[in-house]
């Protein structure tokens, strides 16, 4: 029996996804070689912004299609569309859809699949499951074995849920309230995907430096990040990331904690949302203009070399030609190293699609948004251009049209040739000999080989 995943949506979702194939792999399934082959099909959904979910709606009718032809295949829909809740009207919308799983709980379908087993089937998993529980702890994973070895980086939630409520955010409506994994788990989770190959491991929560508040006396983020760090000089883990972060929660003692951590990068993910002090107080994200430039300035004071990457929704309810502008000189003004750009969508039962109204126009958000990517498109060519001739250590992911590829510690994408080694995985020092606003080019220094130096020939 094969399945597959398809995925939208955020790196939590992508991390939902691998927790479910693990779990599918604990039963004695595989993944498939193609869509079209596969006994169980899930999708994931994404609902954060209305594309998206139209695109799962057409993956979905799709699936009816092919649900007609053949009855015996599992159909699943999981991730925000569901939600935390069962929503009848997601089911009487879609009646072929045999299983509905909300974020982060692959156990629906793995009830399901156990019920359509023979007894002798649920006993023999049953042996299986308790001689797995021998050699694994809570919260390890089990990728599939196609990923084993080249899933370079991979994402690991460590805080579910979200219990702060932007106006505009539909994730505690569907994901529930905040709620941290314990260190134990983390760990284990860290460990297993180290076994398998992973290099590098991102932290995830919707509000990760959140990390333990839900926990009287819990750990904070920084603590964990400590404690990882221990587990990646055991484990053979090179790179460790975090994301994403709310300007409300970056304490000084987390941001001296990444740059005193050999294996934590310098590379802080913190979203503004807006550049206007009157649009911030609209989407509730209890923050001023004037704090945040603070907080980049402690950033960036306390952590050499840093990145920071922010979010900014244009178009939002009531936003005016002037409060866009403020938005626009504020990263003029920062100059960050990326901004993750997305025009407001209105989403159901959100306090701004039922309070506020939805009153820019599509084409006058798509102009703002313009405007942000050629500013943003600008200042990165200018900033990237002075890695020219530089060397920068890389940790390669994977190969695309020919090149290698991977990410320097500020998570800079760099593309090098060298078809005589397998790169995958390693770090590499590389010189910079092209830049550009998204990428960049190097090359292998003329003094490293291109046969790995653990394979030694005696002839």
Not at 72 to 86: E, L, P, Q, S, T
Request: charged residues 25%; aromatic residues 6%; proline residues 5%.
């Amino acid at each position: 029996m094969q399945y597959h995943i398809w995925t939208l949506g955020c790196q939590m979702n992508t991390a939902d996804s691998q927790h479910l194939a693990s779990e599918l792999e604990k039963l004695g399934y595989s993944a498939a070689s193609s869509p079209d082959d596969a006994d169980i099909y899930v999708v994931n959904t994404c609902v954060v912004r209305q594309s998206a979910e139209d695109k799962a709606f057409g993956r979905l009718s799709l699936l009816n299609e092919v649900k007609k032809q053949q009855p015996d295949k599992v159909i699943g829909v999981m991730g925000c569309m569901v939600g935390v809740r069962d929503s009848l009207t997601l089911r009487k919308r879609l009646p072929y859809v045999d299983v509905f799983l909300p974020p982060s709980e692959p156990a629906p379908m793995v009830d399901f699949l156990k019920s359509r087993m023979s007894e002798a089937e649920v006993l023999a998993l049953e042996a299986r499951s308790r001689a797995q529980r021998d050699e694994l702890q809570d919260g390890e994973l089990i990728l599939p074995p196609h990923e084993q070895g080249s899933l370079i980086s991979a994402h690991v939630p460590v805080v579910y849920g979200c219990s702060h409520a932007c106006s505009f955010c539909i994730i505690p409506f569907r994901r529930g309230i905040e709620r941290s994994r314990s260190v134990g788990e983390i760990v284990a989770h860290v460990r297993s995907l180290a076994r398998q190959g992973v290099k590098e491991v991102t932290l995830l929560g919707q509000i990760v430096d959140r990390y333990g508040k839900d926990i009287a006396d819990g750990p904070d983020l920084a603590d964990l990040l400590r404690t990882i760090d221990g587990v990646a000089e055991e484990a053979s883990i090179e790179r460790i990331r975090f994301l994403t972060s709310h300007p409300n929660w970056m304490t000084d003692k987390l941001l001296d904690t990444v740059a005193e951590l050999p294996h934590v990068m310098p590379q802080i993910e913190v979203p503004v949302q807006a550049g206007s002090d009157a649009v911030l107080e609209t989407m509730k994200r209890g923050y001023t203009v004037e704090q945040y430039r603070h907080l980049i300035e402690r950033i960036r004071s306390r952590i050499p070399d840093v990145a920071i990457h922010t979010d900014i929704i244009v178009g939002f309810c009531g936003e005016t030609e002037a409060q866009f502008m403020d938005t626009y000189h504020l990263l003029a003004d920062l100059r960050l190293d990326k901004v993750h750009l997305a025009t407001y969508s209105p989403r159901p039962n959100t306090v701004s699609e039922r309070r506020m109204t939805d009153d820019v126009p599509e084409e006058e958000k798509s102009r703002r948004f313009q405007m942000l990517d050629e500013l943003q498109g600008r200042i990165l060519a200018e900033a990237n251009s002075r890695y020219l001739g530089q060397t920068v250590n890389v940790l390669v992911e994977d190969s695309h049209k020919g090149k290698w590829r991977g990410r320097t510690p500020q998570n800079k994408l760099v593309f090098f040739e060298d078809g005589n080694a397998d790169w995958r995985g390693r770090l590499v020092d590389l010189e910079i000999t092209w830049t550009g606003p998204w990428s960049m080019q190097g090359r292998l220094p003329s003094t490293e080989s291109a046969i790995d130096p653990l394979v030694v020939l005696v002839g």
